[in-house]
């Protein structure tokens, strides 16, 4: 039995056999004590209690030749000889030699079910070996097999801890173990290579360190959730040590201790991903640029034959059917490619003075069916009141943002409320004198996007949803030198706001208003 294959970590202190056997030999009041090794065809003495009266000493090896340890391993059970000389069966064992003719032992097994050796005593006299001394015995023989087994859970945790080195040294991806604050304690090769810092100044800094700040001004918000929920995926852009921008996917996982609570972050180059998302935005934009050409002429022909006298009234509904058709396709053409040139910052915005009341009911009459599908009701309010024909509520924008921006906002709104209940657009001016418009609904955020709620492709379980209403609805707040807020909660419903800079009711609509009075009076 080799000891390399039974403790490669020599984990085992062998002094405490070398105890075991002293004391068990004194107790007993024997000639010999000893913890033998089969080492085939041999055995061999491996630990030998210390008295000169006994015939064998450590490391002794000796041809198995119908010694008593040899039954032990063929039997696999305990032994009890209390006089050799008296039974057939021991007359030629080798230990009478030595004058041993009384011999208890116990085999000692290995945690895979091997024998490794034996525990045994030896007399020179007759000796039945009271039940105490058995009992001491078989107390040293568990304690030894103990000592297999830490062996044996030493080897296996080192080999596992041997495969786990290599499979994270080996990963594709940046490995990080932090602390419950964020701080890197260890990284993988990759990570190093990646982000062009040595291992020694990695585990000197915070993995927020790596963020790049122009994308991520709250980076912190993650770690407390994955704490909570036990994981959290996201996306991140790093910086490397030579100021390069990486996109990254971040998988962090808490690892549970009730002391010392940790993050293993896994971050994924997703750089190439990066580009072929921006390719496809590339084609699709040109291919909706390219679109509007062959719409000119859908929308252009129903025009000119609508000029015509020869038609019937249904022809003309139906051609106006085509055209109105058209003029939507070409609006949500301009939309798209209005939002691409608003998240490059390219947006030609121009301003001015627009009244919300009239687009926020176009907004009402386009989601009628949606309202009436989903038993719904829309209630709008200015400054607490429910609002009047009369009413008007300016904003500094463009019209078809506005539009754009509120119709996204409500149907979301439409679409995560309950049935039978009411969604609020309240209008009034918050204490910074800015233009607030809040969409109230009895429906909640769910918690696995809260925190990520208003970005690019943030949805949750819904069929059709792709996470671009919200995203693009915050995107033009923005272009509109507006801000963008939420809060959700099981008590309270979601609000959703935007604050936008305050219009002013223009000359030419308070000419507008003087007429219409005159026309009244008249």
Known sequence: MDLKHVDPFNVIDFSEWQRIVDILARVAGVISAAITRIHLPYIEAFKVSKSELSPFHEGMTIELSNHYCEEIFVSREKLLVKNALKEERWMDAPEIEHGLISYMGYPLYLPNGEIFGTLCIHDSKENDYSSEIDSLMYHFKKVIESHFVLADQTKRLKGSEARYKSLVENAADAIFLLDSTGRIEDVNSEACRRYGYPHEQLTRMSFQDLHCQVRWSDGAWWIQECLDKGEVVFEVCHDTQDGAETPAEINARAIAHPEKPAILAMARDISTRKKMEQLKEDIDRITRHDLKTPLNGIINVPEILLDYDNLTEHQRELLQMIRTAGYRMLDMINSSLSLYQMEQGEYPYKPSNIDLIPIVRDVENDILDMLRRDEVDLCVRINGEACSEENAFFVYGENWLCYSMLGNLVKNAIEASPAETTVFVDLDTDASGLARITIT????????????????????????????????????????????????????????????????????????????????EA
Do not use: C
Not at 443 to 471: A, M
Not at 494 to 503: C, D, E, K, M
């Open 441 to 520: 609904s009895d429906s909640v955020i769910p918690e696995e996007i809260y925190n990520r709620f208003g970005q690019k492709y943030v949805t949750f379980n819904k069929k059709y949803g792709t996470g671009l209403g919200v995203y693009s609805a915050r995107l033009i707040a923005e272009t509109m030198k507006g801000s963008f807020s939420w809060s959700s909660s099981e008590e309270a419903g979601t609000a959703v706001s935007v604050s936008l800079p305050q219009g002013q009711e223009d000359s030419r609509s308070m000419l507008s208003i003087e007429a219409s009075g005159k026309e009244h």
